[in-house]
């Protein structure tokens, strides 16, 4: 993957090779702990199970807090794929007069919201000359702890 500029607006294709890990053969438990096994039975590449179409993947750094409460944090990293129909309930990054935001998507009865995932922040809906496009589906959220 390229390196992540923090202060840049514009969207970062993924990289074409793979990101190949060891997976452990044990569940990790939130709960109570259990015994850890010591191997592992295979290697998985990360685009395997985070891209489905590598062409149309893109990554974005969030920026604010007006998605908490659905996991989304400042400075996460979102996988956003624009060949993925956008559905009502994804969540997603739309172009909001030429600004780039990430809220959940209300579609129905032919209307259109976009959600923030924190009460604090008001629901984006389309007035008279405002421009909206739904500019892809973030699929995945990568967080750092440290």
């Known amino acids: 993957m390229h390196s992540i500029d923090q202060c840049s607006n514009a969207p970062v294709p993924l990289a074409s090779s793979g990101l190949v890990l060891p997976l452990a053969n044990a569940s990790v438990h939130a709960g109570f702990p259990s015994p850890a096994d010591d191997y592992l039975v295979k290697r998985i590449d990360l685009n395997e199970i985070l891209v489905t179409h590598p062409q149309a993947t893109f990554l974005f750094r969030v920026a604010g807090d007006s998605m908490q409460d659905l996991g989304i944090f400042d400075n996460d990293l979102l996988l956003v794929n624009r060949a993925l129909k956008p ?28 959600k923030a995932g924190n009460p604090t922040y008001p629901e984006i809906v389309p007035t008279e000359g405002q ?13 750092r702890f440290q």
Do not use: P
Not at 98 to 111: C, D, H, I, S
Not at 133 to 142: F, H, L, M, R
């Open 87 to 114: 559905c009502h309930g994804n969540i997603v990054l739309a172009v909001v007069d030429g600004e780039y935001a990430v809220k959940q998507l209300y579609l129905r009865a032919g209307r259109l919201k976009l």
């Open 131 to 143: 421009t909206i496009e739904v500019w892809g589906v973030a699929t995945s959220c990568i967080k």
